[in-house]
């Protein structure tokens, strides 16, 4: 009995990636995740040689330029190893039978030391809110709220970048150099006078716009985690709300839930 094996790539056929099809999301990093999920799932088995450019741009409909993109940022994770000459191309890195993983962890070790390397403090102090600041708060459109914004550094480069509002009487309270090497959450849910009943994370994808970019060190279109986060007071008052912008591929969240006994 003879068993014929077709190449990988081809079995099923992969997707066509197209730009028009509503999905935002760069057909570079779109590619670069199908090419991540093979290599993974040992489609690509590490020393393996993927096809060329040409042909990668042939069976995903995309341009040359795009494949060239993926592999890119694929080498510089050392996902994979570029050569040149006769029998250069694209190869799976030896012990990449999966990708290097970023830091990982729940949401609060994000922001942990363990993964930061520095907190870079943009700025604490006091500002006027905007009208759905303010109404959060229960205050009048244009009221003074304290203010803090943080970018949270790795090894790999920015991680997250945080800005936090609050009530002056709550702002107060939080020290600068206190929010160097703790939560703010923590200091505020340690800080006496302060009672907090909940918390709440609304958490959606997003794409980075030319001021994300610039302040993560992304290109523009990169995936991106928007994080709206409040700590509620009694009669589910917010006493402290955050926007965070997660860089995606630098960290990854890990939810777990216990589940009760049958």
């Known amino acids: 009995m003879v068993i014929s094996i077709s190449h990988p790539m081809l079995l099923p056929a992969p997707p066509r990636l197209q730009s028009d099809n509503g999905d935002p999301t760069p057909l570079y990093f779109r590619l670069k995740t199908l090419l991540s999920r093979g290599i993974e799932s040992l489609a690509h088995p590490p020393g393996s040689r993927l096809p060329s450019e040409r042909r990668l741009a ?16 694929m080498h510089r994770e050392g996902a994979v190893r570029r050569a040149r000459g006769r029998r250069g191309g694209t190869f799976v ?110 958490i959606r994808a997003a794409l980075a716009d030319s001021w994300a970019a610039q302040t993560l060190d992304v290109r523009p279109g990169y995936p991106l985690l928007d994080v709206r986060r409040a700590l509620l007071g009694p009669g589910d008052v917010p006493i402290h709300y955050s926007l965070i912008l997660i860089a995606s591929e630098r960290f990854t969240m890990t939810l777990a839930q216990r589940l009760p006994a049958p």
């Open 58 to 73: 042939e069976i995903y409909g995309v341009s040359r330029v795009t494949v060239r993109q993926a592999l890119d940022s």
């Open 93 to 202: 890195s030896v012990g990449q039978g999966r990708l290097p993983s970023p830091p990982s962890g729940s949401f609060e070790s994000l922001f942990s030391m363990r993964h930061v390397r520095r907190v870079e403090i943009l700025a604490h102090d006091q500002r006027q809110g905007s009208e759905e600041i303010c109404g959060r708060f229960g205050l009048s459109a244009g009221s003074l709220v304290a203010y803090n914004e943080r970018r949270l550094v790795g090894p790999d480069g920015p991680i997250a970048h945080v800005r936090a509002f609050m009530p002056l009487e709550v702002g107060a309270r939080v020290r600068r150099r206190d929010l160097q090497r703790r939560l703010l959450q923590d200091i505020l849910l340690t800080t006496s006078g302060i009672k907090a009943t909940a918390m709440r994370d609304e």
